[in-house]
């Protein structure tokens, strides 16, 4: 998604954590500055007996930051291709049992195919070869996109306001309609932002309304939101021809838009692939381990997931 151009804050990823070693080498090598995911002060936790604050914050970990996005690295090494090698606007549509590679306009013919999206995204937009086997084809059709039930909603402000306030910007909330939030902010707290999940599914035409009730119910007034903007997600990432092959637009996302005149461009997909519900052996070890210190709905999942 095009996040604000002038901005450090855009709603592309943009983070790293201390295991991720290739990264951080990779942004020295390019001379991509890096800083520290902002931690200080206190998470808020916002369940059915209200707003509480949480002395420290045991949502966030520790990570970094790449000013402009992870995207810069991409760019960088894009930068370093001879020209030509790389070709916008040529979503592909098929890939034939010879290996030619078929856009709207062009066909290329390749020795070798990576096809750098999640399996289901590609089977459902790509005509693939036909020698694929079927088991694979299937097994990629139900495998769940990351995210693809998700929209990240970016909150833009004139500062930090949390900060002064002694709150890290880390949240969770089992109100809504975002389930959990970070503090999103550039270098030195500028630009200032806040984003955070909500499930497509809970879109709807006043859903900035409800994001700024909850912000303020959760953080306090602050300052007014310069911009609410929306980050694409699942299929509606694979650009205007894909997407409108994939899904139907979701008319609900129009609200969740600037209400400036940044470049953010909105949009979301209310589309959940079927998925076959994992068995209790695929979510073992998923949970983290507990912690007294952390409040205790946190330590624990809410059912069973045998039940379900």
Not at 81 to 89: A, D, Q, R, V
Not at 283 to 298: I, Y
Request: with cysteine.
């Amino acid at each position: 998604m095009a996040g604000c151009s002038d901005h450090h804050s855009t709603s592309a990823p943009r983070g790293f954590g201390p295991a991720e070693h290739r990264v951080p080498a990779l942004a020295q090598r390019l001379g991509i500055e890096t800083f520290d995911q902002y931690r200080d002060g206190d998470a808020i936790i916002d369940d059915l007996t209200g707003v509480q604050r949480y002395p420290g914050n045991p949502i966030d970990v520790p990570a970094h930051r790449i000013i402009g996005g992870t995207a810069s690295l991409a760019a960088a090494l894009a930068d370093q291709l001879p020209p030509g090698t790389i070709h916008f606007e040529q979503p592909v549509l098929e890939i034939t049992d010879d290996l030619s590679v078929v856009t709207n306009d062009r066909v290329w013919q390749a020795d070798h195919v990576v096809i750098a999206l999640p399996p289901a995204l590609a089977v459902r937009t790509i005509k693939l070869p036909s020698q694929l086997p079927p088991e694979l084809i299937d097994v990629a059709s139900r495998t769940p996109v990351w995210m693809g039930d998700s929209v990240k909603v970016v909150a833009l402000f004139s500062e930090p306001f949390w900060r002064r306030d002694g709150f890290a910007g880390a949240a969770m909330s089992r109100r809504g309609p975002l389930a959990e939030i970070h503090d999103m902010s550039g270098p030195g707290g500028e630009p200032a932002a806040l984003f955070g999940f909500a499930r497509a599914a809970s879109m709807h035409p006043d859903i900035e309304t409800d994001i700024r009730k909850q912000l303020t119910r959760m953080f306090g007034p602050g300052p007014r939101h310069q911009s609410t903007c929306s980050s694409r997600t699942g299929v509606s990432s694979l650009g205007p021809r894909h997407r409108a092959k994939a899904d139907p637009p979701n008319t609900a996302c129009s609200a969740i838009r600037c209400t400036d005149s940044q470049p953010w461009e909105a949009g979301c997909t209310g589309h959940r692939p079927k998925q076959r519900r994992p068995s209790p052996a695929t979510l073992k070890g998923r949970w983290r381990q507990p912690s007294a210190q952390w409040p205790p709905w946190l330590n624990h999942p809410v059912n069973d997931v045998k039940k379900q």
